[in-house]
């Protein structure tokens, strides 16, 4: 009969009591606080202590149990404040390959001129990440969440919580921000060579015309760069990697077309993505052709990106 | 990143701490432990720094087990109040040993704790209750420093936390100590060894008993007088009462317990008194002769000597009233008689001769020639008389001729039992000093005394106080008037250090007040208190009402007080809220990313004919906003400015 009656799912009552928001506030309502094991144990050793003063009779062993009790009152006020009316915001978010962590950076602030010590967040049960709060200031914090598939992610709730002082309580609180981010589709690791050049005006198919390009500019290297793209000469010079950028009209006309793949859908994106990188690699300007999409023919750091997102939104 | 392991700044922190603990503990655990104690201490932070390895648990535990085995050896047994503490000691310092995680600094910070309360087992001086708030305040900056894993707090903020805890915990210790019903101990047996080290009068009577207790100067108890302090004269202190001599000490005897009680007549108005006594582990009570009343708990023996229900082991406190002048006895039963005249079969032949023969004599005159002899013949007063030998009374009247009041009365009472006067000898204190700063009797164990009672026909039991024939001092001004320069007195009893006196006499008022109030907080004082200030009487559950009431209202009042800062930002958030709403209808909306500064400069810009107001107000409230002074006179400046603005 038990299993006949339909149960309301009553932890999601808790936890969609929180709207999107670009910056959350965690305000006074929204704090939950509990004992740890150890506040709890710490409970246990005051009794302990305390029935220790009443059998020998001790004043300051009164003294010092009911200052120790004190303590751990006091000390709940200072986790719950620790936590109470700070504010994140959202940063922006990079976009990656699928499978690749992201860097999620997010920004917490304090308006009570208060130093918030030992704010800790996570998302869902990944990996935890601590930060101090100067008063009336703000700090970055990089939560990583891991991504499996393509498309818009949202993060989903971020978790912040403390036990800062003591250790005896902790506080959590949930933060939903309206941030997302982009997931390109993964690369596929066995690809097939770049599709011939259709309708180059006679010229050989694969002639990479990198010197004639226009320089554009240097950027910080990022994952995913050639290698044939690296201003050696900065990198000697202990400037960082750095990735020389290049912007061209479109001079001979590759496409990377949907049809010249095979596969299911992801497998077609993919194959798809991994020639948007190594044409991108290779200096070449090329177009991209998909069922209900096509883009011209161009080259460059915003055609890049477009191609790409098409890629991973296609479909959705 | 958060890791679980322990870093070198928390683990500074609880070694720094415990080092405080174990340091109190110290001079009550053995040598090896307090030694095992450093070892591990110092291996555990070296380990730390990288030049040792932690030992492996194969290697921890037989020390444990050969530390457990140690402890037996070195207190007799594994149970019993040294034991245990030295147990907890050696645990906790091998778990040192054993600590990676910052649970386990956790748990040795909570069982550092338990290790302090423990010290007050052995002392509960104010100075040992005001120390303990160093470790404990090193403690709550471990665990503050065990609870922030990441980044950089130094030292200095972390104890002005810990101290800023500890102050706001005050208020409730102290609403928990006055209301917490004292529910009176112990719960369970109490091991025997817990109320070790507590000197005192014992219950009998021999050469060097009373004289060893002159080395202490420690505090036997306090008097507090309801008038005028008696002379020093009068100030006798009745202790154990003893009748039987065996030829080496004298005891109270087994048979004299059952001996009808005397009547007393009292010629005065009885003195009044409070009497603080230190815990001492027997069951005699000291009042002031003649006792006229009984404290509760407590009978008075046949000799008027006050013994309490149970063996004084917790300061105790009690009132009393006595007759200073008085009239014990009219008839001596044969029984009481007998007992009174008692004398070993053998032994002593010269004093017994010369008894009798004074024995013709009347009993006063008797009593006369005894003193007679003591004050002309060269007896001495000292501390360090030479040795008695088998006949301990015929050597010290007639060959030593030199010693302590336990010499003189007991010699006496042995004289007068041989002249066929009843005699019994008391023991107790006689005395004390005056505390010039609270005007309470301070009498310590180097005023402890013996005398003698003879029983004269028509008089009763007469006090006669044999020593005082040879040093009158002695009664009139204590012992170390008393005794010639050179003995081995307590260093506050000598005459000539006169400003360690002053200075420990001030301090002795301190501490007093300690006792009364802090550490003599019972069942019975807080029921007085608590009633006093109800007005009425109270129960337990009106106790646990109130304690809840008040503890829940001063917790609410912190919690007040820690959220109060917020307000004031939103008054001033509140302000430029109205400034911007004003300058919004002028047209001029402040962009979302834009500071308070770029915004008045540029609605300055937009608005020429206002922009010195705007720049004003702009700057005034980012003085407040961000500054560190905040008055309440420039908040309302500013209120007034922006009242006043017009756009």
């Known amino acids: ?316 | 990143m958060m890791n679980n392991s322990l870093t070198l700044d928390p683990l500074r922190w609880l070694l720094a701490s415990l080092a405080l603990v174990y340091g109190l503990l110290a001079p009550h655990l053995p040598m090896w432990v307090t030694l095992l104690a450093v070892t591990a201490g110092g291996w555990r932070y070296a380990a730390k720094l990288g030049y040792i390895r932690m030992p492996r648990l194969i290697l921890l535990l037989p020390i444990a087990a050969i530390a457990v085995v140690g402890i037996t050896l070195s207190h007799g047994s594994l149970l019993g109040r040294d034991a245990s503490i030295s147990l907890l000691a050696t645990m906790m310092a091998l778990k040192l040993l054993e600590s990676h995680t910052r649970r386990d600094a956790t748990l040795l910070v909570f069982l550092a704790f338990f290790l302090s309360i423990t010290s007050f087992l052995f002392s509960q001086s104010l100075l040992a209750g005001a120390y303990l708030l160093l470790p404990l305040t090193g403690l709550v900056g471990t665990l503050i420093s065990v609870n922030h894993p990441v980044g950089h707090l130094p030292a200095k903020p972390k104890l002005r936390l810990a101290a800023i805890m500890l102050a706001q915990s005050a208020p409730i210790m102290l609403l928990l100590f006055l209301l917490f019903p004292r529910i009176q101990g112990p719960l369970w047996g109490v091991p025997e060894d817990a109320y070790s080290g507590m000197t005192g009068l014992s219950d009998h009577m021999s050469p060097g008993t009373i004289s060893q207790l002159s080395r202490s100067d420690s505090p036997a108890f306090r008097v507090a007088f309801d008038g005028p302090t008696p002379e020093a004269s009068q100030l006798y202190w009745r202790g154990p009462v003893l009748w039987n001599f065996d030829g080496a000490s004298w005891t109270a005897g087994e048979q004299t317990r059952n001996l009808p009680t005397q009547q007393v007549t009292e010629t005065r108005l009885p003195t009044r008194y409070t009497v603080t006594l230190e815990p001492h582990n027997r069951r005699w009570l000291f009042m002031l002769d003649l006792p006229a009343t009984t404290p509760s708990n407590s009978t008075l023996t046949h000799d008027y000597q006050l013994l309490s229900a149970e063996p004084v082991r917790l300061r105790l406190r009690y009132d009393g009233a006595s007759n200073l002048e008085y009239r014990l006895g009219d008839q001596l039963d044969p029984e009481s008689r007998f007992q009174a005249l008692q004398l070993p079969a053998e032994g002593n032949a010269k004093t017994r001769a010369m008894a009798r023969v004074w024995e013709k004599d009347r009993s006063e005159q008797i009593v006369q020639r005894a003193l007679s002899m003591f004050r002309d013949q060269a007896f001495r007063y000292t501390l360090s008389p030479p040795v008695l030998g088998q006949d301990s009374i015929d050597d010290f009247l007639f060959t030593t001729r030199s010693g302590f009041c336990e010499h003189y009365a007991g010699s006496f009472v042995f004289l007068m039992r041989a002249a066929g006067i009843p005699a019994r000898v008391v023991t107790g204190y006689q005395g004390g000093e005056i505390n010039p700063t609270d005007h309470y009797l301070m009498v310590r164990q180097a005023d402890a005394h013996a005398w003698a009672e003879v029983w004269l026909e028509n008089r009763g039991w007469v006090r006669v106080d044999p020593t005082a024939a040879v040093v009158p001092q002695r009664v009139e001004s204590g012992v170390a008037t008393a005794l010639p320069a050179g003995e081995p007195i307590a260093p506050l009893m000598r005459a000539d250090l006169q400003w360690l006196r002053k200075m420990y006499l001030r301090w002795d008022a301190v501490n007093n007040r300690w006792n009364q109030w802090v550490l003599g907080y019972d069942q019975q004082r807080q029921m007085a208190l608590l009633s006093r200030l109800a007005g009425s009487q109270v129960s337990w559950q009106d106790m646990i009402i109130g304690l809840f009431a008040t503890v829940s209202g001063a917790v609410l009042a912190i919690a007040g007080f820690m959220l109060y800062r917020k307000k004031r930002i939103d008054v001033l958030q509140g302000m430029y809220a109205r400034f911007q709403r004003k300058l919004a209808k002028a047209g001029v909306s402040r962009h979302p990313n834009e500071g308070p500064l770029d915004f008045g400069k540029r609605a300055a810009g937009l608005l020429p004919k206002q922009a010195k107001a705007i720049l004003d107000i702009t700057l005034n409230y980012a003085h407040l906003r961000y500054g560190n002074i905040k008055e309440t006179h420039q908040i309302e400046a500013l209120r007034h400015q922006i009242r006043n603005f017009r756009p």
């Open chain 1, 1 to 316: 009969m038990l299993k006949r009656m339909k149960w309301p799912d009553w932890k999601n009552w808790l936890r969609t009591a929180r709207p999107v928001q670009e910056k959350a506030h965690l305000g006074r309502r929204y704090i939950y606080i509990l004992p740890t094991r150890h506040g709890l144990l710490f409970g246990l050793i005051l009794i302990a202590m305390l029935i220790g003063s009443i059998n020998y009779t001790l004043s300051l062993g009164f003294v010092l149990t009911f200052l120790l009790a004190g303590l751990g009152v006091v000390a709940m006020l200072h986790t719950w404040r620790n936590l109470a009316h700070l504010s994140l915001t959202s940063g922006k978010i990079t976009p990656v390959f699928a499978g690749e962590p992201v860097r999620w950076h997010v920004t917490l602030e304090d308006h009570d001129q208060r130093s918030r010590y030992a704010i800790s967040l996570r998302v869902g049960k990944g990996p935890v990440e601590c930060c101090d709060i100067a008063p009336e200031g703000r700090t970055q914090a990089t939560v990583t969440l891991q991504t499996r598939q393509r498309g818009w992610l949202s993060p989903g709730r971020l978790t912040v919580f403390t036990d800062f002082p003591l250790g005896l309580f902790h506080a959590w609180s949930y933060a939903q921000l309206a941030s997302r981010c982009l997931v390109y589709p993964a690369p596929s690791e066995n690809s097939l060579p770049l599709p011939t050049d259709t309708s180059s005006r006679g010229e050989g198919a694969l002639q990479h015309r990198e010197g004639d390009d226009d320089f554009s500019g240097l950027r910080t290297y990022q994952a995913g760069d050639s290698p044939k793209r690296i201003d050696w000469k900065a990198s000697s010079r202990d400037q960082g990697l750095l990735t020389k950028q290049f912007d061209g009209q479109a001079r001979a006309s590759l496409w990377l077309d949907w049809h010249l793949t095979a596969g299911d859908t992801e497998t077609r994106l993919s194959q798809l993505t991994r020639w948007v990188l190594d044409a991108r690699d290779g200096g070449l300007s090329y177009g991209l052709r998909l069922p209900d999409l096509e883009i011209p023919p161009h080259q460059g750091e915003s055609h890049d990106r477009r191609c790409l997102e098409a890629l991973a939104l296609f479909g959705l």
